[in-house]
């Protein structure tokens, strides 16, 4: 059974951090790019960042490129983003995602319809 269970979410003041994990089963997580999303309410869901399989490549929303970071450990079988410098904008519900990709970083990553395996999301709340 194919599980991603997000954890870390919370309420934090604007210009502070979080760290968010996401704890995989069920699936060959080394043969997976991951992906983290996010949805606020009234509003589509939305690319934050996703990692190659070895968290060798990388990419990021232009919106939070230099104050999140998306990391891997293979090992533990766990993805995780560092966020920072929160903004109330930065308030949704955070989705990690898996997309079955053996080698290298698809350009297919920010697409949330070719992502194979989804969380249950985890509420972060930026207060302004």
């Known amino acids: 059974q194919v599980q991603l269970v997000e954890s870390g979410g919370g309420l934090v003041q604007a210009g502070g951090s979080l760290r968010l994990s996401c704890a995989a089963s069920g699936f060959t997580f080394s043969s997976y790019a991951m992906g983290w999303f996010r949805q606020a309410p009234g509003n589509e869901r939305e690319f934050v960042s996703a990692c190659s399989w070895n968290g060798g490549r990388t990419r990021y929303a232009d919106s939070v490129e230099g104050r999140f970071t998306i990391s891997r450990d293979n090992a533990k079988k766990t993805v995780y983003l560092q966020m920072n410098s929160l903004q109330h904008e930065d308030t949704a519900v955070y989705y990690c995602?898996?997309?079955?990709?053996?080698?290298?970083?698809?350009?297919?990553?920010?697409?949330?319809?070719?992502?194979?395996?989804w969380g249950q999301g985890a509420q972060v709340a930026v207060a302004s």
């Open positions: 995602a898996g997309l079955y990709a053996a080698a290298g970083l698809p350009s297919t990553v920010a697409r949330a319809g070719e992502y194979n395996y």
